[in-house]
Nanobody, 124 residues
Framework: QVQLVESGGGLVQAGGSLRLSCVVS????????MGWFRQAPGKEREFAAG????????YYAEPVKGRFIISRDNAENTVYLQMNSLNSEDTAVYYC?????????????????WGQGTQVTVSS
């Protein structure tokens, strides 16, 4: 089993920044690919960004490309999501997810483990 715990969410003004963290414990070798997803009220969960442990490759969804940066510290088993230039459309619960495979898919069903989520609210 893999346990994921997110932190770093909160209330921020439009144009501001936040950094989310996700600590991985348990069978950490089963978390080769880490992803950040988000879910706004009344909407489906959507992919934001992903990163591979094996080669460090990253992949971003178009709405966050150029504003969000995903990174990981393998020694600390932690994944980060630096979010800049936030706007009201970024308001959502953000989830950390993990999968064992080598690719970085955008479909939530492709991920095996999930955190409990952290709320991000951007005020305009």
């Amino acid at each position: 089993q893999v346990q994921l715990v997110e932190s770093g969410g909160g209330l921020v003004q439009a144009g501001g920044s936040l950094r989310l963290s996700c600590v991985v414990s348990g069978r950490t070798f089963s978390s080769n690919v880490m992803g950040w997803f988000r879910q706004a009220p009344g909407k489906e969960r959507e992919f934001a960004a992903g990163i591979s442990r094996s080669d460090g490759s990253t992949y971003y969804a178009e709405p966050v490309k150029g504003r969000f940066i995903i990174s990981r510290d393998n020694a600390e088993n932690t994944v980060y999501l630096q979010m800049n230039s936030l706007n009201s459309e970024d308001t959502a619960v953000y989830y950390c997810a993990a999968r064992e495979g080598g690719t970085i898919p955008s479909r939530p069903a492709r991920y095996h483990y999930w955190g409990q989520g952290t709320q991000v609210t951007v005020s305009s």
